[in-house]
Nanobody, 123 residues
């Protein structure tokens, strides 16, 4: 499975961005998917995950109420709508495909990873 993330960029605090992650190769439609992020000098951080059919989502407390994860199984694509962005959201954002249909926040639950897309939020 190959993952291609896009949609990152520079935005002012309070603004919005929408990230996309398209998968190719082996289908990911029956697997949970997630977004993680890594800020400079910090550890990888879980952001959000969505179950195989989109029926279940789970967010990190730091983004709850501001970010929304969704997916289009027909396009093998997962999205991350980010609103009310803060400077502390600045990071490289990575999408990932899980081993199972439902997954949580642990990195070890995800097998395939895309390259990061950089999000920079200016104050």
């Amino acid at each position: 499975v190959q993952l291609q993330a896009s949609g990152g960029g520079l935005v002012q605090a309070g603004g919005s961005l929408r990230l996309s992650c398209a998968t190719s190769g082996r289908t990911s439609s029956n697997n949970a998917m997630a977004w993680f992020r890594q800020a400079p000098g910090k550890e990888h951080e879980f952001v959000a995950t969505i179950s195989w059919n989109g029926g279940s989502t789970y967010y990190a407390d730091s983004v709850k109420g501001r970010f929304t994860i969704s997916r289009d199984r027909t396009k093998n694509t997962v999205y991350l709508q980010m609103n009310s962005l803060k400077p502390e959201d600045t990071a490289a954002y990575y999408c990932a495909v899980a081993l199972r249909a439902v997954a949580g926040s642990g990195r070890s639950e995800y097998r395939y990873w895309g390259q990061g897309t950089l999000v920079t939020v200016s104050s």
